[in-house]
């Protein structure tokens, strides 16, 4: 009915409106693969899209049967590089080619004809939560949001943290410190991070189990005195462990 009143359709099969939007709410990782060129014969038509998850399942239409196998195994890749590509299936490439931004694979079907699928890898910004007020969090807070990561501020030291919670920083200067790092030590969190002098630092996690992977003073010694110094030495720190 929308065709005859001059309205867009969608393709069936294609991914649902808001479905993006959801996603990112929910942090979850999925790569959006988009055909850009079709040359006959092949079912898909450019600017039909589909996503696909990490489990290898595929919402939407981007090709029959041939192209959906190495949509799935090239979209898999892309995600656990974090990187974008464009994949070619074409009955032209006898041996699977690459090149910079460039994956080209023969064409499984008889009926040949070349498909050009750009594979977008839409993977959640780092997550950061950062625990306590004051000038050295706030800078936590405002260097992290520029560096890209989602930052969660908080002062409830019972907050939940995410699943896929990347570090937990302490900067709320000997209050409650205690139940926050307990909790992110539990929650194996890759980085924490306790802002506190040496001293007091190991006076903290003395009681603490596991108080051996939270580190104290957190940041690289950078002889930072400012906040916001403070703060990039913290996120230096953080990268390194990462890496």
Do not use: W
């Amino acid at each position: 009915m929308s065709e005859f009143l001059g309205m867009p359709s969608r393709r069936p099969g294609g991914p649902p409106p808001g479905r993006e939007q959801a996603l990112r709410a929910r942090r979850q990782p999925y790569v959006v693969a988009t055909v850009v060129r079709a040359a006959r014969p092949t079912s898909a038509k450019a600017g039909d899209r589909a996503l696909v998850f990490p489990d290898g399942t595929i919402e939407g239409f981007v090709g029959g049967h041939c192209a959906l196998a190495t949509v799935r195994t090239q979209s898999l890749r892309s995600l656990a590089e974090g990187r974008s590509t464009l994949l070619r299936i074409t009955p032209e490439a006898a041996e699977p080619y690459e090149e910079e931004g460039l994956v080209a694979v023969g064409q499984p079907c008889l009926s040949g004809g070349t498909l050009e699928i750009f594979l977008e890898a839409v993977i959640p910004p780092m997550l950061v939560l950062v625990y306590g007020q004051g000038p050295i969090a706030h800078a936590l807070h405002t260097l992290g949001t520029a560096l890209g990561y989602e930052i969660e501020r908080t002062e409830d030291p019972q907050v939940t943290l995410a699943p896929d919670t990347a570090a937990v920083i302490v900067a709320s200067h000997g209050i409650a410190e205690t139940p926050v790092l307990q909790h992110a030590i539990s929650g194996n969190i890759p980085y924490i991070g306790l802002v506190a002098s040496r001293r007091r630092g190991n006076a903290v996690l003395a009681g603490i189990e596991g108080g051996e992977r939270v580190h104290t003073p957190a940041g690289l010694d950078l002889k930072a005195r400012t906040p916001a110094e403070i703060a990039l030495t913290v996120y230096a720190e953080m990268l390194a462990v990462r890496a």
